[in-house]
């Protein structure tokens, strides 16, 4: 069965003060992980696709890392606005439609 | 551009209505994706439309739950007779194509009474 595990489930930094989070998955054949963001009373909005292990993508101060049963999102000197809840999705392997998505980590970041 | 809108934003109804949610892909998006967020659960697949093809409704929880695609754009998502446990906020997508990636609407909150 397919699975995507989030940790941890909270996360709470200081600005400046830089953490990863981790999407665990297994999949018989990834054909995508998603990263997205979520912020209260909002829509997820889409961060990055990853599809082979060791590809990396980077946007301000995100940086998604994937390898053959995980993938790390970087948070670099994390500001109070990238506070959110991170989600992680997959391709499950019998639809190229449905995303599978894990809990999410709720990241708060304080001044 | 314009990105994925649904209305209502929210919507209280009585157990036993029936309600209908509204979702409005982004212009030439020809996928269209409803997704379900209940409080303390993750997002829950329901139904996903591409083009023409007969779309795939394996993650609709039950019979009273429904959707339509009209003229390959606009999309509702129908609950008949609502229970409780449909409260939740459901979630519309669009995607330029199959596997594209998915962008998200704003949601609507449901709360069955």
């Known amino acids: 069965e397919d699975q995507v595990t989030q940790s941890p489930e909270a996360l709470r930094l200081q600005e400046g003060e830089s953490s990863s989070l981790n999407c665990s998955y297994t999949v018989s054949g990834l054909r995508g992980l998603f990263w997205y963001r979520q912020d209260p009373g909002k829509g997820p909005e889409f961060l990055f696709t990853l599809y082979s292990a060791g590809e990396e993508k980077e946007k301000e101060r995100l940086k998604a890392t994937l390898t053959k049963k995980e993938s790390f999102l970087h948070i670099t000197a994390p500001k109070p606005e990238d506070s959110a809840t991170y989600l992680c999705a997959v391709r499950p392997t019998d639809s190229w439609g449905k995303l599978q998505f894990g809990a999410g980590t709720q990241v708060v970041v304080t001044p | 551009g314009a990105g994925v809108s649904q209305s209502p934003s929210n919507k209280v109804t009585e157990k036993g209505k029936d309600v209908e949610l509204r979702c409005d892909p982004i212009?030439?998006?020809?996928?269209l994706y409803w997704y379900r967020q209940s409080l303390g659960q993750g997002l829950e697949f329901l139904i996903y439309?591409?083009?023409?093809?007969?779309?795939?409704k394996s993650g609709l929880p039950s019979d009273r739950f429904s959707a339509e695609r009209t003229g390959g754009s606009v999309s509702t998502l129908t609950i008949q007779r609502t229970q409780q446990e449909d409260s939740a906020v459901y979630l519309c997508a669009s995607s330029l194509a199959l596997p594209s990636e998915q962008f998200f609407g704003p949601g609507t909150r449901l709360t069955v009474l």
């Open positions: 212009s030439g998006h020809t996928a």
């Open positions: 439309f591409q083009g023409n093809s007969a779309p795939d």
